[in-house]
């Protein structure tokens, strides 16, 4: 579990808000825990909530009829896990899995969507961020399909580590196996890989990361392409 803290502005998408409408969502932000492996929604379920995650990491999994799952974006203090709450469904053809135990706040759905329904900053900032999500999305399916594990692998990682503070990671090959949609021995190959040329040291469900701009030079484009769009369309400061 990542350190316990009591700052829902540690999340970006909070920290943006103008001080009119954080004195609104103040009061109404629930802090919880997200403990690893727990589910916040499953696929077709009823959303009761969108979650800003402060110190943890959220999967967004599309799961198939056999049980088989792959990634198709990652969540962390950048965004909001729950987006379908106000793009205009209660339901999403997803499951969200922490990836990554730490603390987050949440919102309900009917206090998100009359947010969003007031237009002004909010409804802005969320499709900024919503945008944003989606060039995560494409761009995670065009990487499974085109470039090799060990590049899927560092892109992977570095989006890992762009939400959190520090350098490990708590991933067993077998969550990562299921993130990417491939066997466990295909991760141990990469990550041995990736091990040999000094980039990480892994050990006993462990990652930590030696040589981040080894990592940067090995992985293909795709992570490139997705951070340029994040720091495009999310604020550094208040939205407008």
């Known amino acids: 579990m990542r350190p316990i803290t009591d700052d829902p502005k540690l999340n970006q998408l ?18 919880v825990k997200l403990e ?5 929604y499953e696929a077709g379920g009823l959303q009761s909530h969108v979650y800003f995650p402060t110190t943890a990491i959220v999967s967004l999994l599309y799961v198939l009829e056999n049980g088989a799952s792959a990634e198709i974006a990652v969540v962390g203090r950048e965004g909001l896990v729950g987006v379908s709450l106000f793009m205009g469904g209660q339901s999403t053809t997803t499951r969200a899995v922490v990836q990554s135990a730490g603390e987050g706040y949440r919102l309900r759905a009917s206090g998100m969507q009359t947010e969003f329904n007031r237009a002004g900053p909010v409804l802005h900032l969320l499709l900024r961020y919503t945008q944003a999500l989606i060039t995560q999305m494409s761009q995670t399916a065009v990487c499974n399909r085109h470039h090799s594990l060990d590049q899927q692998l560092c892109r992977w990682l570095l989006l890992s ?62 992570y490139a392409v997705v951070k340029a769009e994040y720091d495009r369309l999310l604020p550094a400061t208040l939205a407008i």
């Open 161 to 222: 580590l762009d939400r959190l503070d520090g350098n490990d990671l708590v991933m067993t090959q077998e969550l990562i196996s299921n993130m990417l949609g491939v066997r466990r021995e295909g991760v141990t190959e990469a990550a041995l890989s990736l091990q040999r040329a000094g980039l990480i040291d892994y050990a006993r469900g462990r990652i930590k990361v030696l040589n981040r701009g080894g990592l940067e030079q090995r992985s293909c484009e795709c």
């Open 14 to 31: 909070l920290a943006s808000l103008p001080d009119a409408e954080w004195l609104r969502w103040k009061p109404q932000l629930e802090r």
């Open 36 to 40: 690893l492996g727990q589910v916040l």
